[in-house]
């Protein structure tokens, strides 16, 4: 039961453009949710999160949009840079007896000068 | 601040055999979480621990891991005997309290053959 997904796994930008990366969830007691970056042999790192009291939440050229309704977020990255070339997973988390975080499959991210 | 600091890095062992990881969280965090990563998947949660009481092991495989954390500080998994499909990334993290980010360590890659 796959109660987050990512359904593209992979995405190539353009330097200097925007990225979005897409998440979906179908667990209505989610109420955090969580962007982590991965580069190869390393853990993810944590990105920027997300409440569901709000629906938008913004860190520099990261911005995490939340659309509780249709239970889906996204991430956007302005503009792209080489260094964001990464996989990219969204998680969530909430709801009584269920506070560990939940991954999506993950979106790898290339960044094409 | 010191991140979570996991090892090995790496091991590999044959089939039937055991091994063991060990993570010693952020100082100060009291949830710590083992999660399972496969190639080309999520990060699957084995094992969430507040303090030195487990929180949710639904996930692990108990007739063959286990996991312990001494003193509600630093933790071991166990996996013994191994199989070949728990051939994955181990991670382990911490995080202040529920709903809050958590900070991952490297990982240890466990190859069985």
């Known amino acids: 039961d796959q109660q987050v997904k990512q359904n593209s796994p992979s995405l190539s930008v353009q330097e200097g453009r925007i990225s979005i990366l897409n998440c979906d969830y179908t667990n209505s007691m989610f109420d955090y949710f969580l962007w982590y970056k991965k580069y190869p042999a390393e853990g993810p790192t944590f990105l920027i999160s997300i409440s569901s009291i709000k629906d938008k939440n913004e860190d520099g050229r990261f911005t995490v949009f939340l659309n509780k309704s249709a239970k889906h977020l996204s991430l956007h990255i302005v503009p792209s840079q080489p260094g964001d070339f990464a996989v990219y997973f969204c998680a969530a988390s909430g709801g009584f007896g269920n506070e560990k975080l939940t991954f999506g499959t993950g979106t790898r991210l290339t960044i094409i000068p | 601040e010191a991140g979570v600091a996991q090892s090995p890095r790496y091991k590999i062992i044959e089939k039937r055999q055991s091994v063991a990881f060990w993570c010693n969280p952020i100082s100060g965090h009291a949830t710590l979480y083992w999660y399972q990563q496969i190639l080309g998947q999520g990060p699957k949660l084995l094992i969430q621990?507040?303090?030195?009481?487990?929180?949710?092991d639904s996930q692990l495989p108990k007739d063959r891991f286990s996991a312990e954390r001494l003193k509600g500080v630093d933790s071991t998994l166990k996996i013994q005997p191994a199989k070949l499909e728990d051939s994955a990334v181990y991670l382990c993290a911490s995080s202040l309290a529920y709903n809050t980010e958590a900070f991952f360590g490297q990982g240890t890659r466990l190859t069985v053959v």
């Open positions: 621990f507040q303090n030195n009481g487990v929180v949710d």
